[in-house]
């Protein structure tokens, strides 16, 4: 059945860096630091590193085995196993579509930020309500943020167009290095700002006054995006994963990795945030009006606000390229048509529904359902349906349905490396993971 003309992935280290520029996007760097922000800091942090370990990494290596045992794209792949459950293979194709509507958004966002940053056109701005004026007001602009998506998707594109070793693996190669070098220097200059190490302190004393059920629910649904489980990307990738990749070793790494960043973004933003007295918890405009109008207190305020935009944009591409990839390599194999032709088609596709979901904010206010805009529906879908009802079913699919030897034998390459804490992670497989994302999915409802 395995199709043999398929690209992989050069070595050991590829794997992990193309798979971390999935892992590490927006959901780290933007998204982690308001919501630890919101739920005490350093306890849920804690809960966090839990949820990653007892329910990423177990569910990343399920995701991992499906793609690399039948080097398929998402669809093809869960259709190879078991064709009753190819769905779940479309689940894991319409996801990644419709984040991509909103994600390109605010990757849009990032890179007009940087470029204002770059123009110097921050410096006439200077309180943090002056930068939540501008900020909606440029949400809300009728073409700008419009442009700024298309053009992120273009770059997508071109990344994707060079193909998977020359496009994908080259540049999360280049670009996942150097966003690690930029999150180092950051936090080293964050944490030596005036009273900078209250915010340190307020990401690593926790506080589990403010710890409640939803804290724990909210970590999990954060790990989950963060390790971007549940929409086809870690099978895609791992079809592109050699016959001799370790993939305990590859999902332990990326799960550290991602977890590092979201750390080190808290200590780019914490220290910042208390230097100037403003509370941590100022949610999803963090990043776009407290920050800056932080940078704007510093010298060489450009500077610092171009690196930290520029960081965001590299975790923003690795990650859009990771969906891309997704849709591409299933109209590429599913639809037979040749991978250029394909990638323009998801491209086109993208670019409606992220130009919708952009305006949906601003010039498009009717582009709304029940009072939620389009943008809005597209998160909430996704976050809180698709995603966790992936997650439910790929621990079902592999846990109760496939052949017992199914996950064994990808976790030892069949037989030549040791298998070692199999019947705990059957465990979680089976039973814990399962039951843990049925609770999510019940809160992200309301049932409870
Ligand atoms: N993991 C990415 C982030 O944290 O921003 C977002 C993401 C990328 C989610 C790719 C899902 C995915 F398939």
Known sequence: MKTTHRATFGGRL??????????VGLGNIWRFPYVAGENGGAAFLLIYILSVLI?????????????????????????????????????SVVAPLLIMGFYLVVSGWTMEYMIHSITGD?????????YAA??????????????YTVIFTLLTHGVIALGVQKGIERSSRIMMPLLLVILVVLAIHSMLLPNGWEGVRFLFTPDFSKVTASTFLTALGQAFFSLSIGLGCLVTYASYFKEDTNITH??????????????????????AVFSVGIEPTAGPSLVFVTLPAIFNTLPLSMVWSTIFFLL??????TSTISLHEVLTAYVHEEWHLSRRTSAWIVTAACILLGIAASLSLGAWKWLQIGGISFFDLLDFVTANILLPAAGFFVCIFVGWVLDRRFMP????????????????????????????????????????
């Open 122 to 130: 921050f410096t006439h701005v200077h309180t943090a309500d002056e």
């Open 250 to 271: 590859t999902a332990l790494q990326v799960a550290s990795i991602d977890t590092l960043v979201a750390v080190l973004a808290g200590i780019v933003i914490f220290p």
């Open 312 to 317: 965001l944009v590299i975790a923003a591409l």
């Open 134 to 147: 501008l900020f909606s007001a440029f949400t809300q602009n009728p073409w700008r943020p419009a442009l």
């Open 14 to 23: 590829s794997a992990v860096l193309v798979t971390a520029g999935s892992a």
């Open 55 to 91: 329910m990423g990494v177990p569910i990343m290596l399920a995701e991992f085995a499906i793609g690399r045992n039948t080097r398929s794209n998402a669809v093809g792949a869960f259709r190879k196993l078991s064709p009753r459950w190819t769905i779940l293979g479309y689940n």
């Open 409 to 448: 034998q990808e976790l030892t390459n069949k037989g030549t490396i040791p298998l070692r804490l199999w019947p705990l992670l059957r465990l979680l497989l089976r039973w814990v993971c399962p039951l843990l994302m049925l609770l999510i999915f019940m809160d992200n409802i309301g049932i409870i």
